[in-house]
């Protein structure tokens, strides 16, 4: 018979073991394993945007206004003058007006993508810590076609990526409001060998690419187009993989002042799939400045103690580790795959 400290200790560990996450390579919200994760509150208070991101690809959260309208004076105030409304409205092109990383000047725009509301949402669904790498203000429609974001950053593990846009006045109906298809985050990333493409001086190294794709899938998966029209305050969360875009402006006289955060979560590399060959051939890896420093994101992912890995990388080729590693070559294994997952942390060389 055991005594009762033995078996209250037993009973602890099969509780640690029952609530530990076997898949830590997989954001939370994407894991097959959400509904036991669900089962056993690892997503606390944040539960209702787990679900829907997990479900749907995207959640919608409500902020506090009077919080955020201290951040959207200021932002639109001080942006204002930096774009020419009077020649946009009178234009008829689909040109967007935006401000890429304003945060590094703007006190008000970094602090907004630093909310720790935002931060601690990110990492509770996540499962990892997030860091706000880049920045994009608005003060009107985009009229952009949709798209996934991850074909401009991407990271490996794949899936922790994810945007927030954030309303900063009311949106109307006719101002060119943000559009999203609920589900596509489940749809395959794309590389350019999906789409028969590589890397090229006469490819456009734009999202071009990948309408008629993207399109097609959304016509043979039967996705059904939504538009957020939000009050000051809100704000959408979406999946790394959500296609989503601008819709057209009806009325060029109204603003949609907005703020869209991207953010990267540690311990992942991260890299530009519309400029890489992914994963046979050269490889656009980012080094992503975080916004919470104004420095260059250190490499986190345990066993790498050398940042200097990331620069080398730059020279790696799949023909020259399966030369210098047969055991790999002999395995069959993809030497990219084999590369991230083992051979940075045996000190492979290339």
Same mark, same amino acid.
């Given at each position: 018979?055991?005594?009762?400290?033995?078996?209250?200790?037993?009973?602890?560990?099969?509780?640690?073991?029952?609530?530990?996450?076997? *898949?830590?390579?997989?954001?939370?919200?994407?894991?097959?394993?959400?509904?036991?994760?669900?089962?056993?509150?690892?997503?606390? %208070?944040?539960?209702?945007?787990?679900?829907?991101?997990?479900?749907?690809?995207?959640?919608?959260?409500?902020?506090?206004?009077?919080?955020?309208?201290?951040?959207?004076?200021?932002?639109?105030?001080?942006?204002?003058?930096? /774009?020419?409304?009077?020649?946009?409205?009178?234009?008829?092109?689909?040109?967007?007006?935006?401000?890429?990383?304003?945060?590094?000047?703007?006190?008000? &725009?970094?602090?907004?993508?630093?909310?720790?509301?935002?931060?601690?949402?990110?990492?509770?669904?996540?499962?990892?810590?997030?860091?706000?790498?880049?920045?994009?203000?608005?003060? &009107?429609?985009?009229?952009?076609? /949709?798209?996934?974001?991850?074909?401009?950053?991407?990271?490996?593990?794949?899936?922790?990526?994810?945007?927030?846009?954030?309303?900063?006045?009311?949106?109307?109906?006719?101002?060119?409001?943000?559009?999203?298809?609920?589900?596509?985050?489940?749809?395959?990333?794309?590389?350019?060998?999906?789409?028969?493409?590589?890397?090229?001086?006469?490819?456009?190294?734009?999202?071009?690419?990948?309408?008629? &794709?993207? %399109?097609?899938?959304?016509?043979?998966?039967?996705? %059904?187009? *939504?538009?957020?029209?939000?009050?000051?305050?809100?704000?959408?969360?979406?999946?790394?993989?959500?296609?989503?875009?601008?819709?057209?402006?009806?009325?060029?006289?109204?603003?949609?002042?907005? %703020?869209?955060?991207?953010?990267?979560?540690?311990?992942?590399?991260?890299?530009?799939?519309?400029?890489?060959?992914?994963?046979?051939?050269?490889?656009?890896?980012?080094?992503?400045?975080?916004?919470?420093?104004?420095?260059?994101?250190?490499?986190?992912?345990?066993?790498?103690?050398?940042?200097? *890995?990331?620069?080398?990388?730059?020279?790696?080729?799949?023909?020259?580790?399966?030369?210098?590693?047969?055991?790999?070559?002999?395995?069959?294994?993809?030497?990219?795959?084999?590369?991230?997952?083992?051979?940075?942390?045996?000190?492979?060389?290339?």
């Amino acid at each position: 018979m055991k005594d009762a400290a033995a078996s209250s200790e037993q009973e602890q560990g099969a509780s640690a073991h029952s609530t530990r996450n076997l *898949l830590p390579g997989l954001p939370l919200v994407d894991s097959p394993l959400f509904p036991t994760l669900r089962s056993k509150g690892a997503f606390g %208070q944040y539960l209702a945007a787990a679900e829907s991101l997990h479900n749907k690809g995207y959640a919608i959260v409500d902020l506090d206004e009077s919080t955020i309208a201290t951040f959207a004076e200021p932002i639109c105030s001080s942006l204002k003058p930096c /774009f020419d409304l009077a020649a946009w409205r009178h234009s008829t092109d689909h040109h967007s007006l935006r401000i890429q990383d304003a945060w590094k000047n703007e006190a008000s &725009v970094r602090h907004l993508a630093l909310l720790p509301e935002i931060l601690d949402l990110l990492e509770t669904v996540y499962g990892r810590k997030p860091f706000a790498f880049q920045t994009l203000n608005f003060p &009107v429609g985009t009229q952009q076609h /949709f798209h996934s974001d991850a074909v401009h950053f991407h990271s490996e593990p794949a899936g922790f990526m994810c945007g927030v846009w954030i309303a900063l006045e009311d949106i109307h109906s006719d101002s060119g409001p943000l559009e999203y298809f609920p589900c596509s985050h489940r749809l395959p990333y794309l590389q350019l060998r999906d789409i028969g493409k590589q890397v090229s001086d006469d490819l456009p190294a734009t999202q071009e690419i990948f309408h008629a &794709v993207w %399109q097609a899938m959304v016509r043979s998966e039967g996705l %059904q187009k *939504l538009t957020f029209t939000p009050r000051r305050g809100q704000a959408l969360i979406w999946a790394a993989n959500l296609l989503h875009g601008g819709a057209a402006v009806r009325d060029r006289g109204l603003t949609r002042w907005s %703020q869209v955060t991207h953010y990267f979560f540690e311990n992942c590399l991260h890299y530009t799939p519309l400029h890489s060959d992914w994963p046979w051939g050269s490889i656009a890896w980012r080094r992503p400045l975080d916004a919470a420093t104004g420095a260059i994101r250190p490499v986190t992912i345990p066993d790498w103690k050398d940042d200097a *890995l990331i620069a080398r990388l730059a020279d790696f080729t799949p023909e020259n580790y399966l030369t210098v590693n047969p055991d790999v070559k002999a395995a069959g294994v993809n030497p990219w795959v084999h590369l991230l997952r083992h051979g940075l942390r045996e000190r492979r060389s290339w």
